[in-house]
């Protein structure tokens, strides 16, 4: 079985920092991607943010230059530095991995999700 869990969220003023953090734990083989999403209410979820195995980071363009994805292990970090009222969501991890060496297509898990809320 496979979790994922988020962390790092928070209530922060405009133009301050946060770290999210996505920790993937359980049996499988290995992760093809991570990337964050985000959630604001009446709003479909978006991409932040995604890094593979075999490409560069991808960022949507309302977050480039301001957002850094980077990835340890089976952690993968959300560095979110000038935050904007506007990026006040729920972000959530989504990691797709190989449970089996031999599987021929990724599984897709989600987090529960880490609420940001930039504001004064």
């Known amino acids: 079985q496979v979790q994922v869990v988020e962390s790092g969220g928070g209530l922060v003023q405009p133009g301050g920092s946060l770290r999210l953090s996505c920790a993937a734990s359980g049996t499988f083989f290995n992760i093809h991607a991570m990337g964050w999403y985000r959630q604001a209410p009446g709003k479909e979820r978006e991409l932040v943010a995604a890094?593979?195995?075999?490409?560069n980071p991808a960022y949507a363009d309302s977050v480039k230059g301001r957002f850094t994805i980077s990835r340890v292990n089976n952690t993968s970090y959300l560095q979110m530095n000038s935050l904007r009222p506007r990026d006040t969501a729920m972000y959530y991890c989504?990691?797709?991995?190989?449970?089996?060496?031999?599987?021929?297509?990724?599984?897709?898990?989600w987090g529960q999700g880490t609420q940001v809320t930039v504001s004064s």
């Open positions: 890094q593979s195995t075999r490409s």
């Open positions: 989504n990691v797709k991995l190989k449970l089996h060496s031999d599987s021929w297509y990724t599984n897709n898990y």
